[in-house]
């Protein structure tokens, strides 16, 4: 049983950072990926970052790149989200996942995720 729990979210100005933590318990780093999403009132999960978890390799959405950087602390079993530069855009409810197989940047691909956690920048 795979347990993901995020935290770190809370409300920010514009320009402002924050990081989110998603802890895994029971989850194991062997050829599988981690990714975030968000997902703001009346619109879909967008899949914003990703990283593959045995050899470090990150994929962003543009929307985020050069923005956000994700990371894991493997032997914490904490994947991260420093977000910089935030913009009122970026509020949404955050949530992380691990997958398995399939394309990263889908749903479908994650079989585990977490409960969320909210950001809310203000300009």
């Known amino acids: ?35 975030w999403f968000r997902q703001a009132p009346g619109q879909e999960r967008e899949w914003i970052a990703a990283i593959y978890t045995s050899v ?6 543009d929307s985020v790149k050069g923005r956000f950087t994700i990371s894991q602390d493997n032997a914490k079993n904490t994947l991260y989200l420093q977000m910089n530069s935030l913009k009122p855009e970026d509020t949404a409810m955050y949530y992380c996942a691990a997958g398995r197989r399939g394309d990263y940047r889908k749903y479908a691909a994650y079989n585990y995720w977490g409960q969320g956690t909210q950001v809310t920048v203000s300009s």
């Open 56 to 61: 470090g390799f990150t994929y962003y959405a």
């Open 1 to 35: 049983q795979v347990q993901l729990v995020e935290s770190g979210g809370g409300s920010v100005q514009a320009g402002g950072s924050l990081r989110l933590s998603c802890a895994a318990l029971g989850y194991t780093y062997s050829n599988n990926f981690m990714g």
